[in-house]
């Protein structure tokens, strides 16, 4: 059964918008930080953007400004709103989540494609 189950990925002319949101299961015992990753072909997997469940939310300097993280507890989702894209945003985005005892959990990732 899958913990995390992310949706939003696609293709985007470049200057475009996506919405990203990422499922918690209920499994994972009270979730606290989530995150989103990417990877970009041939890369290295990088922290995007993180939010506490306070909602303290921080960015890496590349997305700072064109992306917002947000996320709503009530359903154990976290979302990445993602504008002004660029191609090389181009990445598969993966969703990170915490539970209360510091255990990360995984999404399968999903795929951004930034092409004109």
């Known amino acids: 059964q899958a913990q995390l189950v992310e949706s939003g990925g696609g293709l985007v002319q470049p200057g475009g918008s996506l919405r990203l949101s990422c499922a918690a299961s209920?499994?994972?015992?009270?979730?606290?930080?989530m995150a989103w990753n990417r990877q970009a072909p041939g890369k290295q997997r990088e922290l995007v953007a993180s939010?506490?469940?306070?909602?303290?939310?921080n960015y890496d300097g590349a997305v700072k400004g064109r992306f917002t993280i947000s996320r709503d507890n009530a359903k154990n989702t976290v979302y990445l709103q993602m504008n002004s894209l660029k191609p090389e945003d181009t990445a598969v985005y993966y969703c990170?989540?915490?539970?209360?005892?510091?255990?990360?959990?995984w999404g399968q990732g999903t795929q951004v494609t930034v092409s004109s």
């Open positions: 990170k989540a915490f539970n209360a005892f510091g255990i990360p959990y």
């Open positions: 209920r499994i994972i015992f009270s979730v606290n930080d």
């Open positions: 939010i506490t469940r306070s909602g303290s939310a």
